[in-house]
């Protein structure tokens, strides 16, 4: 049975997260292979810093400072969901059921969490082309999850023009 | 378009590289959204050593010795393209048209050009659960290409049962 496929798609600020979305839509959840699927689009908000409450300087910060903070936190959130949603809309994909899950954490262990909690058959996820020694240092987010997250994992990429490659 | 897509899935003599055969057969390519579509299963021999006629102890291989080696390269090939084969008939999937190629070097090198010369859409391909040690000191194909490929990669790996995660 191929019914009822729970996909779940990483969406960040990056444009390559809604190739990634695009892709899911048009390319896996389009036709009617997957009639019953879920899409998840899941956000992780970074982790509140250590220092929350203390500068740099060791000042604390303000209330208003802090209230800042976080309302640009939810602001992002809000603005990344609404790309999302608006990918979603474009493709005219009405066939699957959307929902939104928003992580805080470690980006990549949230998304291994998420692929069992919410028992994902397939994880898609963009990937940025760092250069080498930025990747060296950084590792990426979608190496951990391709080895580690229990499901098929879709890394996309910004798409090659067909004559460049 | 969702026409005539090109998906390749890289065989060898792993399990995980059927479960990814599989997988691109019932969860990508079953239905009715690529119906154009071609599958190539894709083998990579490996590179013939660089002390090809001479063994270790410095002796020359005889040509029985040599033909033996070569015999078992094809076998090999073969038994893979057999099994993948076997796959893609129980999978009762005939709306796929299927091509099979075999290359020979380095895995992820020649995946990855495989890519672009037979400009696929999709490269699908399983992946190996190496302990920390192993994949440290050899890197994965997978992680190569899937930072590599110019077109999304997706990862299998050998499926784990729900009431484990």
Same mark, same amino acid.
């Given at each position: 049975?191929?019914?009822?496929?729970?996909?779940?798609?990483?969406?960040?600020?990056?444009?390559?997260s809604m190739f990634a979305l695009s892709w899911c839509?048009?390319?896996?959840?389009?036709?009617?292979?997957?009639?019953?699927?879920t899409l998840i689009l899941l956000y992780v908000k970074p982790p509140p810093p250590a220092y929350s409450s203390i500068?740099?300087?060791?000042?604390?910060?303000? %209330?208003? $400072?802090?209230?800042?903070?976080?309302?640009?936190?939810?602001?992002?959130?809000?603005? +990344?969901?609404?790309?999302?949603a608006e990918v979603?809309?474009?493709s005219e994909n009405n066939c699957v059921k959307v929902e939104k899950?928003?992580?805080?954490?470690?980006?990549?262990?949230?998304?291994?969490?998420a692929v069992d909690e919410l028992q994902a058959d397939v994880l898609v996820m963009g990937?940025?082309?760092?250069?080498f020694l930025k990747r060296a240092?950084? %590792?990426? $987010?979608?190496d951990y999850c391709a080895k580690h997250a229990n499901c098929p994992?879709?890394? +996309?990429k910004r798409p090659v023009p067909r004559h460049s490659r």
């Open positions: 049975m191929t019914n009822g496929k729970r996909v779940i798609v990483a969406v960040d600020e990056s444009e390559e839509l048009t390319d896996f959840l389009a036709g009617n292979l997957h009639p019953y699927a500068d740099v300087a060791g000042q604390l910060f303000s %209330g208003d $400072v802090l209230a800042t903070m976080e309302k640009h936190g939810r602001d992002l959130t809000e603005s +990344v969901m609404n790309r999302a979603h809309r474009i899950k928003v992580g805080s954490g470690v980006a990549e262990d949230v998304i291994c969490n990937t940025h082309d760092y250069g240092i950084l %590792g990426s $987010v979608s994992v879709v890394v +996309v």
